[in-house]
């Protein structure tokens, strides 16, 4: 079966830091992927997504990035954290774009 | 462009009632609508999914509807359980992406 394991689950980290979460998908292949956010009592933004290895379209401009190093990581990532950046970061797969499968999330603090 | 809409107020129910929760999208039909559940501090899970050509389609105590004429989503819990307390999304699909409602909360009373 498939499963999706995001780490770590919850962050603290100061204005200006860099940022880095991962996600990894096991019992799938060339899954597509997917970094959203979630504000406190908002909906899912779409941030980034990939169809394959190196295959990233952003669909929110912002101080974020992503890669796709592997077939089945994806990688979210900042050079400097702000404060509008705190949220409910959430990974997602999906094969053939029908339903999407979402990992348990990171909840991230930026002080 | 293409927006999706769902009541952003809660809905309060008394258990064993039916919960009715509405997905209503602008310009065209997409080729797909889906439901998710979400509990606090977890990522959603996929309910179901409903093509366009298809007006109805259950799942044990779920049921999801879907007007192309109305623009409209129904998602429906029969006999609701106060375990059935959760935020509910409806999304549709575009392409490679999902575009998600902003979710209306379900609380069921016992």
């Known amino acids: 079966s498939q499963t999706i394991h995001q780490w770590p689950a919850t962050l603290v980290q100061p204005v200006g830091s860099p940022l880095s979460l991962e996600c990894t998908v096991e019992?799938?292949?060339?899954?597509?992927l997917y970094w959203y956010r979630q504000a406190a009592g908002r909906g899912l933004q779409l941030l980034f997504y990939s169809v394959g290895i190196g295959q990233i379209s952003s669909e929110v401009p912002q101080n974020l990035s992503a890669s796709r190093p592997q077939d089945r990581q994806f990688i979210l990532s900042s050079k400097k954290l702000l404060l509008s950046d705190s949220g409910f970061y959430l990974c997602?797969?999906?094969?053939?774009?029908?339903?999407?499968?979402f990992g348990p999330g990171t909840r991230l603090t930026v002080t | 462009s293409q927006k999706i809409e769902q009541n952003s107020e809660a809905l309060n129910i008394q258990e064993g009632k039916t919960a009715t929760l509405t997905c209503n999208y602008t310009?065209?039909?997409?080729?797909?609508l889906q439901w998710y559940r979400q509990d606090p501090g977890r990522g959603p899970v996929f309910l179901l999914l409903i093509r366009e050509n298809e007006k109805e389609k259950r799942k044990e105590r779920l049921k999801v509807t879907f007007d192309t004429t109305l623009k409209q989503s129904l998602f429906h819990i029969t006999a609701s359980q106060p375990a059935d307390s959760a935020t509910y999304l409806c999304a549709y699909n575009a392409g490679n992406m999902l575009t998600f409602g902003g979710g209306t909360r379900l609380m069921v009373k016992p």
């Open positions: 310009n065209y039909s997409p080729a797909y």
């Open positions: 019992g799938t292949s060339n899954p597509n």
């Open positions: 997602a797969w999906s094969v053939l774009s029908y339903e999407q499968y």
